[in-house]
């Protein structure tokens, strides 16, 4: 066992504890362990506009002279904060809750952070209102294209939408589908994961860390159709919705459409400390399996299209698919 993988066992056990009782732990210790998440688990301390170690002497002496609890955590939120990733952050235990609303209740699981939201281009093609399986619009359009409008990839519900929106529209005689991507934010990997097995199956994704193995995941559940499949995606599509649109375009399973997709997917993983805060720390990028990152790059679309167009040029694809 390397010297580094032992401190980092130790640092695991002193870390990762969901209960607050025991001694409370000095500020010392405490900043300690929040720093050396970030300098032993961020998945690339090289790609950061700072300078980690300076940053860690520069706060050390905010948080050892902190007046209270309170303060402590101020300080601990703005040095993360300093990572500048749009992912990781440091939360304190009084917004513990809030970050479960947005997440929901998975402690010290791995996730995929949400980008800014946005709202896809409304199209002509697509009836308003749609209908609602869960969070998930859908409509059948003419000639049998079966549309889904997927908004996120983290409200509750959202896989088992999809998948009843899927199987709905496939007795209503869809022969191929449009999944509009537009405005994704991203969410749970684990959504990401049941949302590509509706239409596929097999390992697709692969998240590269700089202190393990690439970890592989697989498309979860019993795909409901092998129907011709298109995905809309434009610059706003973030984190879990570019690993879907990109794990199926790489599978050859979707034609995609529309524009480049942000580039923003950094793996998440929430560390639980004792005195009940949270290091949520971008611990590596996802890739698809046998494949580079959409880190930096993000998706690039199939066809490459304005997003007032993309339903159509989508529709007009799958029409002209056997």
């Known amino acids: 066992m390397s010297a580094r993988l032992t401190r980092w066992l130790i640092l695991l056990l002193a870390a990762l504890s969901l209960g607050a009782g025991g001694a409370q732990a000095t500020f010392e210790s405490r900043f300690d362990t929040v720093w050396r998440l970030v300098d032993e688990r961020y998945w690339d301390l090289s790609s950061l506009a700072v300078d980690w170690a300076e940053v860690g002497e520069r706060y050390r002496p905010l948080a050892l002279s902190a007046a209270d609890d309170d303060a402590f955590f101020a300080v601990l939120e703005d040095m993360v904060e300093e990572i500048g990733d749009d992912h990781s952050v440091f ?26 939201t946005s709202s896809a281009a409304h199209d002509v093609l697509v009836p308003d209102p749609l209908e609602r399986s869960g969070p998930i619009g859908y409509a059948l359009l003419d000639e049998g ?59 697709l ?78 611990t590596g990028v996802l890739a698809p399996i046998g494949g580079p990152t959409w880190a930096g790059r993000g998706v690039v679309p199939d066809i490459e299209v304005a997003d007032g167009s993309a339903l159509g040029e989508a529709v007009r694809a799958l029409r002209a698919t056997p």
Do not use: K
């Not at 304190?92 to 980008?115: H, K, N, Q, T």
């Open 91 to 116: 939360v304190p235990p009084a917004r513990v809750e809030e970050i479960r609303r947005l997440y929901g209740d998975l402690p010290c699981l791995g996730v995929f952070g949400l980008g800014a």
């Open 145 to 203: 294209i079966g549309y889904l409008r997927i908004a996120d990839l983290v409200s509750g519900g959202t896989a088992e939408g999809v998948r009843d929106a899927v199987n709905t529209l496939t007795r209503r005689g869809a022969r191929a589908f449009v999944v509009d991507l537009r405005g994704n934010p991203g969410g749970r990997l684990i959504t990401m994961m049941q949302v590509a097995g509706v239409f596929t199956q097999g390992f």
């Open 205 to 282: 994704w692969r998240t590269i860390t700089s202190w393990s193995l690439p970890i592989p995941y697989p498309a979860l559940g019993t795909p409901a159709t092998d129907a011709p499949l298109a995905l809309l995606v434009d610059g706003d599509v973030n984190s879990a919705g570019e690993g879907l649109a990109g794990a199926l375009q790489h599978r050859g399973r979707a034609l995609v459409l529309g524009s480049t997709t942000a580039g923003n997917v950094e793996a998440i993983m929430p560390f639980c400390l004792r005195d009940g805060s949270q290091a949520w720390i971008a």
